[in-house]
């Protein structure tokens, strides 16, 4: 796992321009309803040791600390405190089919704005915000850290990483995670999931990782990956291998037969998610990136969750 510790100076005006961007597009997003919701839905679990001190009148006798009582010769009482800091852990797919967009934004630059606007809540209630980017396998990593200056470096950090990989490891990043996230915390896992058929262990690996916490899996997608067009004979690359190949849109069952391949791999992930007790919000290149994430955190709140389960 590669730490980049390049200081901001070294990068481009124009992708300093695109944070800017970004930043201005969430920042009123993250004092509205996204606010309340993300701390009525996510937040630290469990109680944490505070101190031991003499027992008081009134106090919990269930909360009398026998070892220290027994050594003082006078009853101690162990106080807890409510475990309210969480973490939340990127998880942003950099492999080369999110470089992909039909109209003005890539899938790539919506992983970004949703990844800024999840951190932007997060480091407003003062909650650490983590960074593992992968492909083919885990790149930069950037230790949880709080404060708007450490969110804008994930910002950048997703917008700037080189596309790498002809394909995306879901389940070795979700492996990674599980050995380092020592404590619950809430990870948003960014990524297209063109590549959920052809990694065997994601199913399981992912149902491991949804016991112990928070998961949140955006689908990142385009029109064109949904539905062709009805627009003639098109030579497409595939952004991953390269292979060129010619499609005839005109016919209709070239059509389904391509609608049907995206069906099946949703239909994949979704089964993964529902089996992980996770969420499953989904944003395309031509939509709206908030919208989707209130929905969500709305469902969440009523204590549904996609497709009917909850934890």
Known sequence: MA??????????????????????????????????????????????????RPYQP??????????????????????YQEERQLVLQILVDTSR??????????????????????????????????????????GTHLKPDRGNRHVLRIVREVIAAPAEGSRSELALVLEEQMRHLQRHALILF???????????????????????????????????????????????????SGEEIEVDTRSRAVREAWQADAERRRDVLLAAVRRARADLIEISTDGDVADPVVRCFLRRARGGMYGGLRK
């Not at 999931?193 to 149902?207: G, I, R, S």
């Open 58 to 79: 009134g106090d919990e006798v269930r909360s009398i600390d026998w070892n220290v009582t027994a050594r003082t010769g006078e009853p101690h009482i162990k106080t």
């Open 3 to 52: 730490t980049d510790s390049r200081p901001a100076s070294l990068l481009a005006p124009e992708l300093m321009a695109r944070v800017r961007q970004i930043q201005i597009r969430t920042h009123r997003l993250v004092s509205g309803v996204l606010q309340g919701s993300y701390r009525s839905n996510f937040r630290g679990t469990g109680i944490e040791f505070e101190e031991v």
């Open 190 to 240: 960014v990524s297209d999931f063109q590549d959920v058929e052809n990694d065997p262990d994601f199913v399981d690996v992912l149902a491991r990782v949804g016991r112990r916490h928070d998961v949140l899996c955006v689908r990142v997608s385009d029109p064109f990956e949904e539905r062709l067009p009805e627009a003639g004979i098109l030579l497409l690359r595939d952004v991953e």
């Open 97 to 138: 089919s999110m470089d992909f967009g039909s109209g003005f934004k890539t899938k790539r630059e919506i992983a970004a704005e949703v990844s800024a606007l999840l951190s932007f809540v997060a480091a407003s209630n003062q909650d650490q915000v983590g960074l593992a980017l992968f492909a083919e396998e885990v």
